[in-house]
T-cell receptor, first 120, second 113 residues
């Protein structure tokens, strides 16, 4: 695909419901990041993967949040028993090491359009 | 810990006027610095980035930014603003390698005729 895609774009959930948000990264991108953006705030890191390995999940706000990337491509962010404070835009980004340079060299993160979650 | 401060929550400029958006960072080593723009309902688009070398970096849409280590700043500039530049601008810092970004709270730019 041309860029990072996310689905659904909008999700309304009743408090207590479980939700699943999907991210399709750019094909071949090794790294995948999830961020949470509350209204009027900058994005805040949740978790990230390198291929299928979840290398850092320190930003997940509670054990109700769970992310996976089982085949090293598509990722799903799951929120169990949603609460009103979970209302936010959830952004996914992917990146890949710069070709021709050492693996691990930083390249830019390409962001998807986000999923706006509203918990009533 | 890394942090980013964008002191201006909202800036209004006239079309054709120059623009400077401020960004200060806190980081223990040489940072990787970024400016992103976000239009309503859109994802983040990278304007420019700084890793090393020349401290004045050019980006897309006529934007530039200057890295000043002594001031821990990475301010974004544009000599002549267009109405289409109205958006939210985010400064971000990252460590070397593919690591998560730390964003500032953003500066909302309004452009008036």
């Amino acid at each position: 695909g041309a860029g990072v895609s996310q689905s659904p774009r909008y999700k309304v959930a009743k408090r207590g419901q479980d939700v699943a948000l999907r991210c399709d990264p750019i094909s071949g991108h090794v790294s995948l990041f999830w961020y949470q953006q509350a209204l009027g705030q900058g994005p805040e890191f949740l978790t990230y993967f390198q291929n299928e390995a979840q290398l850092d999940k320190s930003g997940l706000p509670s054990d109700r949040f769970f992310a996976e990337r089982p085949e090293g491509s598509v990722s799903t962010l799951k929120i169990q028993r949603t609460q009103q404070e979970d209302s936010a835009v959830y952004l996914c980004a992917s990146s890949s090491p710069t070709s021709g340079r050492a693996v691990g060299d930083y390249n830019e993160q390409f962001f998807g359009p986000g999923t706006r979650l509203t918990v009533l | 810990a890394q942090s980013v401060t964008q002191p201006d929550i909202h800036i209004t400029v006239s079309e054709g006027a120059s623009l400077e958006l401020r960004c200060n960072y806190s980081y223990g080593a040489t940072p990787y610095l970024f400016w992103y723009v976000q239009s309503p309902g859109q994802g983040l688009q990278l304007l420019l980035k700084y890793f090393s070398g020349d401290t004045l970096v050019q980006g897309i849409k006529g934007f530039e930014a200057e890295f000043k280590r002594s001031q821990s700043s990475f301010n974004l500039r544009k000599p002549s603003v267009h109405w289409s530049d109205a958006a939210e601008y985010f400064c971000a810092v990252g460590a070397s390698g593919n690591t998560p970004l730390v964003f500032g709270k953003g500066t909302r730019l309004s452009v008036i005729a």
